[in-house]
């Protein structure tokens, strides 16, 4: 029993001493609020991130949320004590309403691996710089993830679009990126301040793995004639 209590105090050890012996990443401020912004700018944010270990930080990949992209860092290798930072560019074009996004930093760190960072935007509907007399189609969301599905079963889910503008609205196409999407309209036109929904159906049939589809509205909008909603689904195998 005493053997058993050493064997397990020196493994306890020898674990403290690795994680001690290890990159750590942190950032003295992860979060940055944009505050409110104009629909249609594009800004950016710089967020630093530091190695707060005793061994090298490898950064392998940064990955950004949809509606915003992130700049490699210029340093994916950071010695103990160094800095680099994250660039992230935000376009609020075809957005509404406060907006949340993450930046996910995937390193060697053994205690956290896929550091997140965060920002968030309060969009504004901006100035029309016409006579006000056209239509704006505005989506209340441009993505959506149907999850993990299994092969075979059809899913469904629904969109939300509203006329901003102060025309009547038409939606003149609507087009899908493969035969395995079909998209049904509420109504193809839409007086201003009205809200329509478009149904989508993804058929995942004789689909495997991570799928990726878009569907895309062609409109009267002057401003944003096609805008585009992406679908995302994990497809796997039937069960038998």
Do not use: W
Request: with cysteine; net charge positive; aromatic share 4%.
């Amino acid at each position: 029993m005493k053997k058993l209590a050493i064997l397990f105090l020196l493994i306890s050890g020898i674990t403290v001493i690795a994680q001690s012996q290890s990159p750590k990443i942190t950032s003295p401020k992860p979060e940055h609020d944009f505050g409110e912004i104009l629909e249609g700018a594009v800004v950016s944010h710089s967020f630093e991130i530091m190695n707060s270990g005793t061994e090298d930080l490898k950064i392998d990949k940064v990955q950004a949320s949809c509606g915003c992209t992130a700049v490699q860092p210029t340093k994916k290798i950071l010695k103990p004590g160094e800095k680099t930072t994250v660039k992230v560019e935000f376009d609020s074009e075809n957005r509404l309403g406060l907006q949340h996004k993450y930046v996910y930093v995937t390193t060697n760190d053994p205690q956290n691996q896929q550091f997140k960072l965060s920002f968030t935007a309060n969009v504004v509907e901006k100035l029309s710089n016409t006579n006000g007399k056209n239509p704006k189609l505005v989506l209340v969301q441009n993505q959506f993830d149907y999850g993990t599905v299994e092969e075979g079963k059809i899913v469904e889910t629904k969109i939300s679009f509203k006329n901003s503008g102060s025309s009547v609205l038409e939606i003149k196409d609507v087009k899908t990126s493969c035969g395995c999407t079909a998209a049904m309209l509420s109504s193809k036109t839409l007086k201003p301040g009205e809200t329509g929904s478009l149904r989508i159906e993804l058929d995942t049939a004789n689909r495997n793995g991570k799928l990726t589809r878009t569907v895309t509205l062609l409109s009267n909008d002057p401003d944003s004639p096609n805008q585009t909603i992406t679908l995302f689904a994990n497809i796997e195998q039937r069960k038998k």
